[in-house]
């Protein structure tokens, strides 16, 4: 039987206009469409076929404001049995090692953790760094960008894919995995799975209830910020080159003066 926990995290959505606050340059996620981030849906998605394998059960874990709770439901519709919810207006602006704190306190909380999951960045941090913080923080293997992912008699076996190849990773239980974008394609929700995800179990917890130090959360504490910001330039019109036999030394020119080449 394994026990697995699978990080969610809820996003702006790619396709929205996003911006940052201009008090104190955070992401302003009221201003955009809020999604459950891609690659978490992969994350899910390979949850429920090691627990579909053999013997398991699937929570989900999520830190995020209240309206999280959307992105929390649509992976309880895929198939997770329960979720984890850490909730708390403290938590705003904090950073990595923040929030890798928070998460490791919640997994804690979870009976009998085999495996964690997570998707190998989010689409609006792109820090990549929060799956190896946590698994140091519990004191698990970490095993990171897998493409492929068994588990078997105690142990777990992953692909590892970078830029400078593949890399056939295994580790003991307990352990800590993030998964890439060709881990798998994650399902759709069945009618049948989106009403069950209603009835499904959701904890709610702030840090006090994990016994983190508000002190040590938000944007107050984090080692960075952001200073200044601007917005983009409008887009201004595309200049033309006529050609007269000579379009293609103009076209070299311009990129030379952009240097683009």
Do not use: W
């Amino acid at each position: 039987m394994t026990n697995i926990v699978v990080l969610v995290k809820q996003v702006p959505d790619t396709y929205s206009e996003r911006k940052l606050n201009e008090n104190d340059h955070t992401l302003d996620r009221e201003s955009a469409d809020a999604v459950i981030d891609e690659i978490n849906e992969r994350a899910v998605e390979e949850a429920l076929k090691i627990k579909e394998a053999g013997e398991g059960e699937v929570t989900v874990l999520c830190v995020g404001p209240d309206r999280a709770t959307d992105a929390i439901r649509k992976a309880l519709s895929m198939g997770a049995d329960k979720a984890v919810h850490v909730s708390d207006e403290a938590l705003r602006g904090s950073d990595l090692i923040a929030t890798a704190k928070v998460l490791a306190a919640a997994v804690r909380t979870v009976e009998n953790v085999d495996l964690v999951i997570a998707g190998n960045e989010a689409s609006d941090g792109r820090g990549g760094a929060v799956p190896a913080v946590l698994a140091e923080l519990l004191g698990m293997p970490q095993l990171t960008h897998a493409r492929q992912v068994s588990v078997e008699r105690g142990a777990i076996t992953v692909d590892r894919e970078t830029e400078d190849g593949i890399t056939h990773l295994q580790a003991n239980l307990p352990a800590v995995i993030s998964v890439t974008e060709k881990i798998n394609e994650p399902r759709y929700p069945s009618f049948k799975g989106i009403m069950a995800a209603k009835k499904k179990p959701v904890n709610t917890l702030t840090v006090a209830d994990l016994g983190v130090d508000a002190g040590e959360v938000g944007l107050a504490n984090a080692s960075s910020v952001v200073v200044e910001a601007a917005p983009k330039p409008p887009r201004t019109a595309g200049q033309k080159v006529g050609d007269e036999g000579d379009g293609g030394a103009k076209v070299a020119e311009y990129l030379v003066s952009q240097k683009l080449i």
